[in-house]
């Protein structure tokens, strides 16, 4: 099975069209962190949600150290997926329903280990320092993550000029982008299905 594709951070319906007019497989929307610029309120989220509800594109809640309750209105809102950066409370994870994608800074890759055994954590996202800021990372540092069977999610920077050599140097299941398909006004159509196709070919 080829490497998916997941896009991360959008914001407008027309970029759900992008998404769906080159079949990725993943569409990625920031929710309770106002701190980002990709930040969606609820309202905007059952706009995107209802647009790619007619594909087969997975969604996925991107959240930052999220209480109970945007948990909790997260899974109201019908997403797939949702992703947990920094902490991912003993109380979210014993109420949550939702399968977990939880993401590991390079600082602190030395807790993916804790999350090996636990049945709610379907995959790993892995970031550079800052999510969503465009920079790449040492890949090196994950030659030594002993893999397992849930989903290894490579993110961070990624583009079309170095997205080739990510897939062949780490095979992760699925490669996470978001800066690198953006243009001044959000994602970018040209740069999307470039992406695609380098991914692909
Ligand atoms: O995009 C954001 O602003 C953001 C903020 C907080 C958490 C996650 C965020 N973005 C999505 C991500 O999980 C990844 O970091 C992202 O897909 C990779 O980003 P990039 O390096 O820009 O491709």
């Not at 027309?14 to 079949?23: A, P």
């Not at 014993?94 to 602190?108: T, V």
């Not at 030659?143 to 990624?158: M, N, T």
């Not at 050599?165 to 299941?173: E, G, I, W």
């Amino acid at each position: 099975m080829g490497t998916k594709i997941k896009i991360c951070g959008i914001t407008r319906p027309k970029e759900v069209t992008m998404l769906i007019e080159n079949q990725v497989d993943f569409a990625g929307m920031v929710m309770f962190y106002p701190k980002s610029k990709r930040n969606n309120s609820i309202e905007n989220a059952k706009i995107l949600l209802k647009k790619l509800s007619i594909s087969s594109i997975q969604t996925v809640a991107v959240t930052v150290s999220p209480t109970i309750e945007q948990v909790m209105e997260i899974q109201a809102l019908g997403f797939d997926y949702i992703q947990i950066h920094n902490i991912l409370s003993k109380e979210v994870l014993k109420e949550i329903r939702l399968p977990i994608l939880k993401a590991f800074h390079i600082s602190d890759l030395g807790d993916y280990e804790n999350y090996q055994s636990c049945s709610k954590v379907f995959g790993y996202v892995f970031d550079s320092a800052i999510p969503g800021s465009g920079e790449t990372f040492d890949w090196s540092i994950l030659d030594h993550i002993p893999r397992d069977r849930k989903l290894f999610i490579l993110a961070g920077g990624l583009n079309k000029d170095n997205v080739e050599k990510a897939v062949r140097q780490l095979r992760p299941d699925i490669i996470d982008v978001c800066t690198g398909v953006e243009g001044e006004n959000g994602k970018d159509a040209l740069k999307i299905k470039e992406l695609v196709n380098k991914v692909n070919q």
